[in-house]
């Protein structure tokens, strides 16, 4: 064990919110639970969710090690345009909660896989359904529970292999009683995230202020602008070595749509919590999460800031450094040690609550799609609705045990955790979205182009990816689509390698999907009727208000 670097009074807290959570989860588990629970109502939480706990589910499955850890670093490394990524989903969630989730609840949607059986046929939607189960467990199951045990060890003091096994059987015992007890429960975990999140972004901005010889957070925050001024554009130029990561106009008009849409629409992680609502509930919940992340970049991006600001003008000089060099993912943890003690109990207890609500929401995922996807469609199907919570159950634990065991081997760090996640969705995205998007609004789409979508699109992407290594790129510099990395080579950044793949997997769809017309294939379509798109008048006006908000937040900050 590491020396501990919490205090009795953290300890205390720390009990606090686990007593909390722990209590709640079984007081929702049997004020909940019916006598015959089903299927649905154990994957899905039929009826029972709330649209403030659809909302908080949502933002609490979302937020985890990554952002507290990887965006406070990014915020060091680059600034606020990283903020992008909460930003734009604020408005990509209304977008989801307008056109996608109504197609699936007129449809009667339970996973996504099942919906591309329904569009499609059954061959995509069992090779999509073992990808999503190979890609849930061994890129984003482990690297949650990794990265969340190396952030918590950081700060704990506690062993890593301690961490990760106490971590993993939290998750478990929440993600056992069902959608219900993660739905509710997640209520709790993000009234921690976000008050222990605040916390640390009131230290960091008071720090900034005290160190300068003034003092509050208004002040701290006013000095950050004026000393690190670089660190406050949201768009970035061709000439700002992070312009790879986040290339420009590509953050509004580009692949940035691709990774977000796919995330937020595309996603049995995501869209689970609002397949078992009502439209209305479900879109209310959905605006909810949107208002949530608006406010995620105070909690991730800026303590990452100030940390920078403070760095720059000597302090935190040697925490900073790993293996001899600065390691910007060190600025959260470094600013939670500053903690008082309480407070830092309070912080603790609010990256455990994003680690443990994630891992819950991606093991019932994995669970939702092995059981109706792939038990009952394929190895048992007469099973009954109990022997299906039964393997819904055992899947949980499975998916867990693979977790810990897979990712001690896999090399992620804390350093490299947040690409690692990217990178390997992000070879599949465009073209997954490509077959969804037209599946939602073109009935003409087939089965065949939507493997090629699959297939070609992964396919182009590596190409793209290994393509410098075997020309020059230089000549894309020009038009703003390629830019040298630290070794000297031109590379296309990643976000929009992503928006040439979406293109070519739309462009090859169409037109087999059009050769295959013309020779007499005819698409199952999907139920879709223009009054599904109606909101209500509360809905539009909360969604305006998110556009007017984000509007202003990049005038001011372009």
């Known amino acids: ?57 949502l933002i609490a499955s979302n937020i985890s090690a990554e952002q507290f850890i990887g965006m406070s670093g990014s915020g060091f490394k680059m600034g606020l345009a990283i903020a992008t990524y909460e930003w734009m989903a604020a408005l990509t969630l209304v977008i989801v909660a307008v056109f996608f989730i109504p197609v699936y609840l007129k449809n009667k949607i339970a996973t996504m896989p099942q919906f591309l059986h329904q569009r499609y046929n059954g061959t995509v939607a069992m090779i999509m359904a073992v990808f999503w189960l190979l890609l849930y467990v061994v890129v984003n199951l482990t690297s949650i529970l990794y990265l969340g045990a190396l952030a918590v060890s950081s700060i704990s003091g506690f062993d890593l292999s301690f961490c990760m096994y106490a971590i993993a059987a939290f998750a478990i015992v929440i993600t056992l009683g069902g959608m219900k007890v993660i739905g509710y429960t997640d209520v709790i975990q993000v009234f921690f995230l976000i008050l222990g999140g605040l916390a640390t972004t009131y230290l960091a901005l008071n720090l900034v202020s005290t160190h300068y010889g003034t003092s509050g957070i208004f002040e701290g925050y006013s000095l ?12 970035l130029k061709p000439d700002n070595e992070n312009y790879i990561d986040l290339p420009g106009l590509s953050v509004l008009v580009g692949g940035m749509w691709i990774v977000n849409l796919n995330y937020w629409g595309c996603n049995q992680y995501i869209t689970q919590r609002a397949l078992g609502a009502d439209l209305k509930t479900a879109r209310g919940g959905i605006l909810f999460a949107a208002f949530l992340k608006l406010l995620m970049p105070i909690i991730v991006v800026l303590p990452g800031i100030a940390a920078y600001v403070l760095y720059k003008d000597g302090a935190f000089q040697s925490e900073m450094l790993q293996g001899g060099s600065v390691n910007p993912d060190r600025a959260y943890p470094v600013l939670l040690n500053l903690l008082p003690a309480g407070l830092k109990g ?62 001690p081997h896999l090399g992620i760090d804390k350093k490299g955790g947040f690409q690692y996640i990217q990178e390997y969705t992000g070879f599949v995205s465009p073209g997954i979205f490509a077959m969804f998007i037209l599946g939602f609004f073109w009935k003409r789409a087939t089965s065949n182009a939507a493997l090629f979508a699959t297939i070609g699109g992964f396919g182009l992407s590596l190409l793209l990816k290994f393509l410098p290594g075997w020309t020059d790129l230089s000549w894309l510099s020009g038009m703003g689509f390629s830019v040298k990395n630290s070794a000297g080579i031109y590379e296309i950044p990643f976000l929009d390698r992503m928006g040439f793949v979406f293109v070519f997997c739309i462009i090859g769809m169409v037109i087999i999907s059009l050769f295959e017309n013309k ?6 379509g999907l139920e879709i009727d223009s009054k599904m798109f109606k909101t209500t008048t509360s809905f539009a006006v909360g969604a305006l208000i998110i556009i007017g908000l984000l509007v202003a937040l990049y005038g001011i900050y372009w």
């Open 1 to 57: 064990m590491k020396q501990n670097l919490l205090d009795t009074k953290d300890y205390i807290v720390f009990a606090i919110y686990f007593v909390i959570v722990a209590a709640y989860g079984l007081y929702i588990y049997n004020k909940k639970k019916s006598a015959s629970t089903g299927s649905k109502d154990y994957f899905l939480a039929e009826g029972s969710l709330t649209w403030w706990a659809i909302g908080a589910s």
């Open 224 to 235: 950050m602008t004026s000393k690190a001024s670089e660190h406050f554009h949201m768009i």
């Open 346 to 407: 309070l912080s603790f207890a609010a990256l455990t609550a994003a680690v443990v609500a994630s891992l819950a929401g991606k093991a019932n995922s994995i669970a939702t799609i092995f059981t109706l996807d792939i038990y009952k469609k394929v190895l048992k199907t007469d099973a009954s609705e109990k022997n299906l919570v039964f393997i819904g159950k055992i899947a949980v634990v499975v998916a867990m045990v693979l977790g810990v065991l897979i990712a």
């Open 519 to 524: 020779n007499g294939v005819n698409p199952k």
